[in-house]
């Protein structure tokens, strides 16, 4: 089992930056596929991006492509998420999860959930 805690969220102007963070508990943190989802309010849960267990591979939603980058410290237990050129549209609530099979954009298929981070972008 793991926990995962998400940190880093916060109000940033369009076109901004910002970076968040997800610390995982657990000895077997590099067992896991990780990935970011975002949710915003009345809308289903969106696949944002993920990476392997390695950390060589990385999928992104179309949406983020070129402006979000994912990456992971398995020494540290942490992923993180860069978020760059941030929009309005990016205005979501964004958790990590871990994914014990192969490689899915589909929520369901994640066993871990952290608890969230909002992120506001304003125009």
């Known amino acids: 089992q793991v926990q995962l805690v998400e940190s880093g969220g916060g109000l940033v102007q369009a076109g901004g930056s910002l970076r968040l963070s997800c610390a995982a508990s657990?000895?077997?943190?590099?067992?896991?596929?990780m990935g970011w989802f975002r949710q915003a309010p009345g809308k289903e849960r969106e696949f944002v991006a993920s990476?392997?267990?390695?950390?060589?591979?990385?999928y992104y939603a179309d949406s983020v492509k070129g402006r979000f980058t994912m990456s992971r410290d398995n020494a540290l237990n942490t992923v993180y998420l860069q978020m760059n050129s941030l929009k309005p549209e990016d205005t979501a609530v964004y958790y990590c999860?871990?994914?014990?099979?192969?490689?899915?954009?589909?929520?369901?298929?994640?066993?871990?959930w952290g608890q969230g981070t909002q992120v506001t972008v304003s125009s």
């Open positions: 990476i392997s267990r390695s950390g060589a591979t990385t």
């Open positions: 999860a871990a994914d014990t099979g192969t490689p899915s954009r589909r929520p369901s298929e994640y066993d871990y």
């Open positions: 657990g000895r077997t943190f590099s067992s896991y596929h």
